[in-house]
């Protein structure tokens, strides 16, 4: 009896329940670099060389633990370039009379593995991803029948299922469930920010930059320098170097924006818990044991869990819950196209150049550049949500369809309508100002609403509250937005109007094929 395990490139964890129960003396591991998956969408270079790098050295890791791997690289020639293929070339091959996977994480891949049993002549056995903290029937049965599906109640449920922070007596620590109000500070200018662990490429990085330059050069970013973690040990080194140094303030530190720093105190561990370098709940029990230390205040041990057992595993239950479907969610009959300076950093809109800008050397922006400065604007400027969907699967080297799209789609857009979000992730430039140092040196005057120098997101922001009118007057958290609409004289809403119209036809829209190959040659 030999048993094909196939592998995929977000499933790097020793205790995946495919090879848990397995014999490695009776299974192939089998790990396939397709073109399928570089090329759903023209990943970010540096996204493809961590998968890359990350799967090769995750091969090492079961070699050593005595698992026969089978990985079939990109430039094999024999490599079929797609999962489907390369699990029935690996049967045949192996003579191998049935198949062990995990599921994939994503709806596309899912459904692929449906078809494996019948391409491959051979039964495929088909394993819940028990990874996550939340199994998917368990989300489903918590969303079913619900009017509100606030991740505050189910993250209030998985601090119950988990016991992560609460009292002996079940209570939450500190006394509260969330605080976030805690967690809006912006820090003084010339602080020594905490910056992430780096790790210098070893020779299997290398070939993979290699490979990658080769094949890939003509997509989004900068590939080099490259010092992402790519092993289980260096994301743990990770992991330890947050907590001891950018933990402490995370909690009043996490919604600011300071120019020219990437990471402020925010973790950067997202990609190693979406490869499975990390486990989720081992992540948030090393902040809860920082906290019963005393090492580090409530507000920044809470703040951190709900993100990770909170947000985290909502957002990919809310995926599951809405597929197949949720891409094409378009609520608000956003059908601008994406504008190209989301590709080219070449804008003088000082935020989105920033963001757009560390977005292509580093693959990283932290949660609220990317809601806050990048979503914020597609959304008031009524952008095709597809189409910022796909740029942001493109550019993050966390960015897969399971967790981008329900905080594209559903948070940052709110293109599905109000599940996800209570009310539209939509501001002006005051908020910008409110949490950043951006405006300090942009050419644009953010307390200004028209004029040559007015800051767009002003004029944008109630042009968006004006033409969704119909949609959002009804939303009570708008109470407030409706109010001050309903005090501005025709004249101030014509101007508005105006104003926005004449910013909007400014744009240059981006070019095909920067996200999704089109029939031409690809356009960098
Ligand atoms: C428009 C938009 C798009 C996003 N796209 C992605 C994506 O493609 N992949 C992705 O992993 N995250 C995505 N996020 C969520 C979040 O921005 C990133 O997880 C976070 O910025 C990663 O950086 P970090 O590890 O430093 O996070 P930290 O701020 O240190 O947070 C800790 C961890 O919490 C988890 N987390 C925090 N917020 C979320 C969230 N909203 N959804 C899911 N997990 C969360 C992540 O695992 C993260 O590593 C997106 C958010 C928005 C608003
Ligand atoms: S002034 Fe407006 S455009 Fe300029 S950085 Fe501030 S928010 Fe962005």
């Not at 570089?38 to 890359?52: E, Q, S």
């Not at 967690?183 to 290398?206: A, K, Q, S």
Request: hydrophobic residues 40%.
């Amino acid at each position: 009896m030999t048993t094909i395990i196939p592998l995929l490139g977000d499933q790097l964890s020793l205790d995946l329940a495919s090879l848990r129960g397995a014999e490695p003396t009776d299974a192939v591991v089998l790990m396939v670099e397709v073109r399928e998956e570089t090329g759903y969408v023209r990943h970010h270079k540096k996204k493809i060389a961590l998968i890359f790098s990350a799967m090769r050295h995750f091969a090492e890791t079961l070699r050593g633990a005595g698992w026969t791997v089978d990985y079939v690289t990109l430039d094999d020639p024999a490599n079929r370039q797609g999962f489907t293929g390369e699990v029935v070339r690996a049967v045949e091959r192996h003579r191998a009379d049935r198949v062990r996977v995990v599921e994939g994480a994503e709806y596309r891949v899912r459904r692929m593995q449906d078809g494996w049993a019948a391409a491959a002549g051979v039964p495929v056995e088909i394993l819940a991803d028990d990874r996550f903290l939340c199994p998917i029937d368990d989300f489903l049965a918590w969303a079913k029948g619900r009017r509100d599906f606030r991740m505050e109640y189910f993250y209030r449920d998985m601090r119950r299922r988990t016991g992560l922070l609460m009292t002996a007596d079940g209570k939450p620590e500190g006394g509260q469930w969330n605080f976030d109000h805690d967690n809006r500070e912006v820090p003084p200018r010339g602080l020594n920010y905490p910056l992430p662990e780096r790790f210098e490429p070893d020779p299997i990085t290398r070939d993979v930059l290699a490979l990658v330059a080769a094949e890939f050069g003509d997509h989004f970013g900068d590939l080099e320098p490259f010092a992402l973690p790519v092993t289980r040990d260096q994301a743990l080194r990770a992991l330890d170097h947050f907590v001891a140094t950018a933990l402490p303030d995370f909690g009043r530190y996490e919604d600011a924006m300071i120019a020219g720093q990437e990471y402020l105190y925010h973790s950067v561990l997202s990609s190693s818990i979406n490869l499975g370098l990390l486990a989720p709940l081992e992540v948030a029990q090393a902040v809860e044991r920082a906290y019963a230390r005393g090492d580090v205040p409530i507000n920044s041990a809470e703040g951190f869990v709900r993100q990770v057992i909170g947000w985290r595993e909502y957002m990919r239950g809310m995926y599951w819950r809405d597929m197949p479907g949720f891409e094409s969610r378009n609520a608000l009959d956003a059908t601008r196209p994406l504008p190209d300076f989301y590709w080219t950093g070449e804008t003088d809109i000082r935020c989105l150049a920033e963001s757009v800008g560390q977005t292509k050397r580093e693959a990283y922006a932290h949660h609220i550049q990317r809601l806050m400065v990048l979503g914020n604007f597609a959304l008031i400027a009524g952008v095709d949500p597809r189409a910022i969907s796909d740029w942001f699967l493109v550019v993050y080297f966390d960015a897969y369809e399971w967790v981008e799209m329900p905080n594209v789609i559903g948070m940052s857009q709110f293109a599905d309508g109000g599940a996800i979000a209570s009310k539209p992730y939509a501001s002006t430039g005051a908020y910008i100002n409110r949490m950043s140092d951006y405006c300090g040196r942009c050419r644009y005057d953010v307390k200004k609403r028209a004029g040559p120098d007015a800051c767009p997101f002003n004029a944008l922001f109630w042009d968006f509250v004006g033409r969704n009118e119909d949609r959002l007057r009804g939303n009570g958290r708008m109470r407030n937005m409706y109010a001050t609409w309903d005090r501005f004289s025709d004249a101030a809403r014509a101007e508005i109007r105006e104003e926005a119209a004449a910013f909007l036809d400014s744009l240059t829209p981006a070019a095909d094929g920067w996200a999704r190959q089109t029939g031409g040659s690809p356009v960098r």
